[in-house]
């Protein structure tokens, strides 16, 4: 059985889709997995009920991919890549931001930045990666 002692009429905290944002909601209907129908204490919408704990998900629905992103930036650069400049990667080499690595797992990559003591962001046809370096 569930735990769940809800019943409409009851006060229960949802995201709304009018205030894109957790409110405070008055259960409308029930259904036996829960709460099936809100209304906005705020701004008095009704809607499905969405658990507070979707609108991460929502949210990186709405904004474009980082992988969408990173393999078009990978597409724009592949062209000017010359693979034969690639450094093939190792820990204990140095990587310079605008060259090119050829990494054993991951393939050609693009050095992008170094975030950190040691660590530089590289570029792959797979996306984003972070990496050690010398
Ligand atoms: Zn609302």
Not at 43 to 54: D, E, L, N, V
Not at 66 to 87: C, T, V
Not at 119 to 127: Q, R, S, T
Request: proline share 6%.
């Amino acid at each position: 059985m569930s735990s769940s002692t809800l019943s409409a009429g009851d006060p229960i905290e949802a995201r709304c889709t009018k205030c894109r944002e957790i409110t405070n909601h008055t259960i409308i209907a029930m259904t036996d997995a829960g709460p099936a129908k809100v209304q906005c204490n705020t701004c008095s919408g009704q809607h499905k009920y969405r658990k507070p704990a979707a609108p991460r998900k929502t949210a990186a629905r709405r904004t474009v991919d980082p992988k969408i992103a990173e393999r078009k930036e990978w597409e724009n650069l592949r062209p000017s890549m010359n693979s034969k400049q690639a450094i093939t990667y190792s820990m204990t080499t140095a990587f310079k931001a605008n060259s090119l690595m050829e990494h054993p797992e991951y393939g050609l990559g693009f050095v992008q930045r170094s975030v950190g003591p040691q660590k530089i962001e590289v570029l792959f046809e797979d996306g984003l990666k972070t990496m050690r370096c010398k």
